[in-house]
């Protein structure tokens, strides 16, 4: 491992800036449950396998209630993670430009990073259906929200009851949905992401298992356009071919070792 730190520390003081591309991974770190792990969502409900939390809704609309409020209760629990934290370490010392991520518990704000780019949204985001109007949300707004659901949700029976029925409408009178990105539906940001990806001189590749398109595709963008990609994941995953290196570990344990070692090494502002 210390031999691949050395050449992570070595790429990225070479210069330029580095971007990090996050998934699930991260968050489950953070008591976030994932869709894909064995016991969750896509295990317990089959149909919704497609589409994401919105998919598992749409199948089983009844269950609408349960789901979202197991949800929101871990949400409301997690804690931004070390790994978190350290991309922020990254922002500071001047040596990453931006957080791409796939999550949408809005994590890597909280922690305090100042560029996210959400591709699958924000739970912490309203979206109007009628006049298009995207309204950021505090902490305490979404989980008073949240604790809300039980008693708005007795009587569900359709996907537009679960959409319409949770958020309060906006101003011009429209329904309002939660900002997350659902089956069929385009992924967010792509444009910005792409930009950042195709001019950093580095990519970390955080939690993310590389099976998602279109953000499985950002690290070949990155690779075409010559940057140093480090992965850092417990198990190797789909990029790893892609990667110059592998970090194997949880990203609560590795992203601090990299900035410990970067700091070691004079690498980027103190
Ligand atoms: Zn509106």
Same mark, same amino acid.
């Not at 480090?230 to 190797?236: D, L, R």
């Given at each position: 491992m210390s031999n691949l730190m050395d050449k992570a520390v070595e790429a990225i003081g070479? /210069?330029?800036?580095? #971007?990090?591309?996050?998934? @699930?991974?991260?968050?489950?770190?953070?008591?976030?449950?994932?869709?894909?792990?064995?016991?969750?969502?896509?295990?317990?409900?089959?149909?919704?396998?497609?589409?994401?939390?919105? /998919?598992?809704?749409? #199948?089983?609309?009844?269950? @609408?209630?349960?789901?979202?409020?197991?949800?929101?209760?871990?949400?409301?629990?997690?804690?931004?993670n070390t790994g978190h934290i350290g991309l922020v370490e990254l922002e500071k010392m001047g040596l990453l430009k931006s957080v791409i991520t796939q999550n949408v518990d809005g994590l890597h704000r909280l922690a305090g990073n100042s560029k996210v780019l959400e591709l699958h949204g924000s739970i912490y985001r309203m979206l109007c259906t009628v006049c298009g109007i995207k309204k950021q949300m505090e902490q305490n707004d979404l989980f008073a929200i949240a604790d809300e659901i039980p008693n708005k949700l007795g009587t569900i029976t359709s996907i537009t009851e679960i959409m319409t029925g949770i958020l309060p409408p906006c101003s011009c009178g429209g329904p309002q949905r939660f900002d997350f990105v659902s089956f069929g539906e385009s992924?967010?940001?792509?444009?910005?992401?792409?930009?950042?990806?195709?001019?950093?001189?580095?990519?970390?590749?955080?939690?993310?298992?590389?099976?998602?398109h279109p953000a499985a595709t950002l690290p070949t963008y990155a690779k075409n356009n010559d940057a140093f990609l480090?992965?850092?994941?417990?198990?190797?995953s789909d990029l790893t071919s892609q990667c110059d290196i592998f970090l194997k570990g949880s990203a609560g344990q590795v992203v601090p070792e990299l900035v410990n070692a970067l700091k070691k090494a004079g690498v980027g502002n103190k």
């Open positions: 070479k /210069g330029g800036y580095g #971007t990090a591309l996050t998934g @699930a991974g991260i968050s489950a770190e953070s008591g976030i449950p994932t869709y894909r792990d064995p016991g969750n969502l896509y295990d317990q409900y089959d149909q919704g396998k497609q589409g994401g939390m919105l /998919g598992v809704l749409m #199948t089983n609309p009844e269950k @609408a209630p349960e789901i979202l409020s197991t949800f929101f209760n871990k949400l409301q629990e997690a804690k931004p992924v967010q940001e792509l444009n910005e992401a792409v930009l950042d990806v195709t001019s950093c001189s580095w990519m970390l590749i955080v939690g993310t298992s590389g099976v998602v480090i992965e850092i994941n417990p198990k190797e």
